[in-house]
């Protein structure tokens, strides 16, 4: 069987099938529908497209009147067909004649984890987050969407912030998108569905959320081990990291849901990150009969490691080596890339400027605020990435202090020197602060436990004590999240339009577990139970690390989050300021 993607279905399919995963299914050869194919007139064909005009038109070019290319045809069209589009497969005959499958899948969406999503939409923020009406781009974001609910089995109660009208519109015209899926498919069903055997579990909510409301968190630094990697390291869609222009290891590293280790270990601090691997690496070396320190529960840095696991060549291990290695290997370039820029430094400003409050919890006075932006401006010039970095804290600068007064706006760029596409930074990252929620954000909390004391070993050894103090900021979708979960978010300020909120509700029984991958080979944790109807987060603008971790933080409740596009500090700041990508 030969399997033929157009471009839109291979962004689909690749995150969650692998080249196994189809040949499990008869499939023998996989091809791009826009290039050139050799004709295998007795084999079936299965076409998986969006449906587009391109793609139809190139699925009927391959069964004109010189010759057909396959033998039977089975279509999958990732959205609804167009009836316009139906038409001109109605008048291709010889692909009609061969015709035995036409589907449509609603997989109009990248599942890029277990419980993350994106619509492949990036540049949506300046579209709808920006005060402007773009009806167009609406239906677009509402007919993806309406994808993921009815992949799902979700008929969601949707939720959005009143006032915005973007928001508005998404949710009335997703709102019309499920109730016409529900009446010309009288077989499909959704859960919370009254009368339906197919499930107890309560109906979902979905909360859109505007992009707008919280410009600072893509501008700050994470230290979770997923965000490290993606804002340091040189990362592509599929997860492959390399390094220098090379992969490391002199092969192509994956980081993705195939890795148990990673799906662990992503959403936690560095230094705990490295704490596990060292304790992975001690267990691994101690089974295979090597000894890893001269002194009896020494500690290793990273460098240490790495050479202890060189000596683990047993056949029995060598699997767990390779991907202990590999995540060893990882972390010493995060951390490598942290001290080589003193990013430490940095984010203690970033975090006295956006929490309010220094490490001692005392509040960050407007002249206290501007004094450390200067000197950490001035630091950055010596260090690498010395144009994103200060890019960087200037937005962040620009966002905690709200409203910015003239005065200080002109006292900086005349103090620090900034250069014309900094001052234009300055300016579009003020005006961003007119569309943000009039109360100041809620009190920070801090967000991570501290760890055993003592000093690092090494320069890119595990952060120390007072290293967490770089993770003192909470994203504000956490506090929304959380309510949410709760049944706690108010009614007014988030209505539902379409039914009654009380009917969100979780009941106490234990109806459905995460799909958070919970148990690999190297233990075992035990799966929450979750009540009440599924939450799905959909921010319009894109989505940081920072609020995919978040997500999973909560109990509870089952928590999935989607957004128009993933979103990185430097994608980021070139969206919001395009002057500023001169500087990155």
């Given at each position: 069987?030969?399997?033929?993607?157009?471009?839109?279905?291979?962004?689909?399919?690749?995150?969650?099938l692998g080249?196994?995963?189809?040949?499990?299914?008869?499939v023998?050869?996989?091809e791009s529908?826009?290039k050139?194919?050799?004709p295998?007139?007795e084999?079936?064909?299965?076409?998986?497209?969006?449906?587009?005009s391109e793609?139809?038109q190139r699925?009927?070019?391959?069964?004109?009147?010189a010759?057909?290319m396959?033998?039977?045809?089975?279509i999958?069209?990732l959205s609804?067909?167009p009836d316009?589009?139906?038409?001109?497969?109605?008048k291709?005959?010889?692909?009609?004649q061969r015709?035995?499958?036409?589907?449509?899948l609603?997989?109009d969406?990248?599942?890029?984890?277990?419980q993350v999503f994106?619509?492949?939409?990036?540049?949506?923020?300046?579209q709808l987050c920006?005060?402007?009406v773009v009806?167009e781009?609406c239906?677009?974001?509402?007919?993806?969407?309406?994808?993921v609910?009815?992949?799902?089995n979700e008929?969601?109660?949707?939720?959005y912030?009143?006032?915005?009208?973007n928001?508005?519109?998404?949710?009335?015209?997703?709102?019309?998108?499920?109730?016409?899926?529900?009446?010309?498919?009288?077989?499909?069903?959704?859960?919370?569905?009254?009368g339906?055997?197919?499930?107890?579990?309560c109906?979902?909510?979905l909360?859109?959320?505007?992009?707008?409301?919280?410009?600072?968190?893509?501008?700050m630094?994470?230290?979770?081990?997923?965000?490290?990697?993606?804002?340091?390291?040189?990362?592509?869609?599929?997860?492959?990291?390399?390094?220098?222009?090379?992969s490391a290891?002199?092969?192509?590293?994956?980081?993705?849901?195939?890795?148990?280790?990673?799906?662990e270990?992503r959403?936690?601090?560095?230094?705990?990150?490295i704490?596990?691997?060292?304790?992975?690496?001690?267990?691994?070396?101690k089974n295979?009969?090597?000894k890893?320190?001269?002194?009896?529960?020494?500690?290793?840095?990273?460098?240490?490691m790495?050479?202890?696991?060189?000596?683990?060549t047993?056949?029995?291990?060598?699997?767990?080596?390779?991907?202990l290695s590999?995540?060893?290997?990882?972390?010493q370039?995060?951390?490598?890339k942290?001290?080589e820029?003193?990013l430490?430094?940095?984010s203690?400003?970033e975090q006295?400027?956006?929490?309010?409050?220094?490490?001692?919890?005392?509040?960050?006075?407007?002249a206290k605020?501007?004094?450390?932006?200067?000197?950490?401006?001035?630091?950055?010039n010596?260090?690498?990435?010395?144009?994103e970095i200060r890019?960087?804290?200037i937005?962040?600068?620009?966002?905690?202090q709200?409203?910015?007064?003239?005065d200080?706006a002109q006292?900086?760029v005349r103090?620090?020197s900034?250069?014309?596409?900094e001052q234009?930074l300055?300016?579009?990252a003020?005006a961003?602060t007119?569309?943000?929620?009039v109360a100041?954000?809620?009190?920070?909390?801090?967000f991570?436990?501290?760890?055993?004391?003592g000093?690092p070993?090494?320069?890119i050894?595990?952060?120390s004590?007072?290293?967490?103090?770089?993770?003192r900021?909470v994203c504000?979708?956490?506090?929304?999240?959380e309510?949410?979960?709760?049944?706690k978010?108010?009614?007014s300020e988030f209505p539902c339009?379409?039914?009654?909120?009380?009917?969100?509700?979780?009941?106490?029984?234990?109806v459905?577990?995460s799909a958070?991958?919970t148990?690999?080979?190297?233990?075992?944790k035990?799966?929450p139970a979750h009540t009440g109807?599924?939450?799905?987060?959909?921010?319009?603008g894109?989505?940081s690390?920072?609020?995919?971790?978040?997500?999973y933080e909560?109990?509870?409740r089952?928590?999935m989050i989607?957004?128009?596009?993933?979103l990185?500090?430097r994608?980021?700041?070139a969206e919001v300021?395009?002057t500023?990508?001169a500087?990155?």
């Amino acid at each position: 069987m030969v399997l033929v993607f157009d471009g839109t279905a291979t962004r689909v399919v690749t995150p969650v099938l692998g080249m196994y995963d189809l040949m499990e299914e008869r499939v023998t050869l996989v091809e791009s529908l826009e290039k050139k194919r050799q004709p295998f007139t007795e084999m079936e064909v299965v076409y998986i497209v969006a449906p587009t005009s391109e793609s139809v038109q190139r699925i009927c070019a391959d069964f004109d009147a010189a010759q057909c290319m396959y033998g039977d045809v089975h279509i999958f069209f990732l959205s609804p067909i167009p009836d316009e589009l139906m038409g001109v497969l109605g008048k291709a005959p010889l692909l009609v004649q061969r015709l035995k499958t036409l589907k449509e899948l609603n997989l109009d969406f990248l599942a890029i984890e277990s419980q993350v999503f994106h619509l492949d939409m990036p540049g949506t923020y300046t579209q709808l987050c920006t005060g402007a009406v773009v009806p167009e781009t609406c239906h677009f974001v509402a007919k993806r969407l309406a994808t993921v609910c009815i992949t799902s089995n979700e008929f969601p109660f949707i939720r959005y912030k009143t006032g915005n009208t973007n928001m508005s519109h998404i949710a009335q015209i997703l709102q019309s998108y499920m109730e016409e899926h529900v009446a010309r498919s009288p077989t499909w069903w959704f859960h919370g569905q009254a009368g339906s055997k197919k499930t107890s579990r309560c109906r979902s909510t979905l909360l859109l959320v505007d992009r707008a409301d919280d410009p600072l968190t893509p501008m700050m630094h994470e230290y979770t081990y997923q965000a490290m990697v993606n804002d340091l390291l040189d990362v592509n869609e599929s997860g492959a990291v390399k390094f220098n222009g090379k992969s490391a290891a002199g092969s192509e590293v994956f980081l993705n849901e195939n890795d148990e280790l990673w799906v662990e270990l992503r959403h936690e601090h560095i230094a705990k990150v490295i704490e596990t691997l060292g304790d992975r690496v001690k267990e691994l070396s101690k089974n295979a009969g090597a000894k890893l320190a001269k002194d009896s529960g020494a500690n290793l840095n990273l460098t240490e490691m790495a050479d202890a696991m060189k000596k683990v060549t047993s056949g029995e291990y060598q699997e767990m080596n390779a991907k202990l290695s590999k995540h060893l290997n990882v972390t010493q370039q995060c951390m490598a890339k942290f001290q080589e820029s003193d990013l430490m430094e940095i984010s203690r400003v970033e975090q006295n400027l956006a929490t309010g409050v220094n490490e001692e919890g005392q509040t960050m006075k407007p002249a206290k605020a501007l004094e450390e932006l200067l000197d950490a401006l001035q630091q950055a010039n010596a260090r690498p990435l010395a144009a994103e970095i200060r890019s960087r804290l200037i937005a962040i600068y620009a966002i905690s202090q709200r409203p910015l007064s003239d005065d200080d706006a002109q006292l900086l760029v005349r103090e620090a020197s900034l250069t014309p596409e900094e001052q234009a930074l300055l300016s579009q990252a003020v005006a961003m602060t007119t569309r943000m929620p009039v109360a100041p954000p809620a009190e920070k909390k801090k967000f991570f436990s501290l760890g055993k004391k003592g000093q690092p070993k090494s320069a890119i050894a595990a952060p120390s004590e007072g290293d967490y103090s770089a993770s003192r900021y909470v994203c504000p979708l956490r506090d929304i999240v959380e309510r949410l979960a709760e049944d706690k978010l108010s009614a007014s300020e988030f209505p539902c339009i379409n039914g009654d909120m009380a009917a969100t509700m979780a009941d106490s029984k234990p109806v459905v577990q995460s799909a958070r991958q919970t148990h690999n080979r190297y233990g075992t944790k035990k799966k929450p139970a979750h009540t009440g109807g599924r939450i799905i987060l959909f921010v319009v603008g894109g989505c940081s690390d920072a609020e995919k971790r978040s997500v999973y933080e909560v109990t509870g409740r089952e928590v999935m989050i989607g957004a128009t596009a993933p979103l990185s500090s430097r994608g980021w700041l070139a969206e919001v300021a395009p002057t500023a990508a001169a500087l990155l």
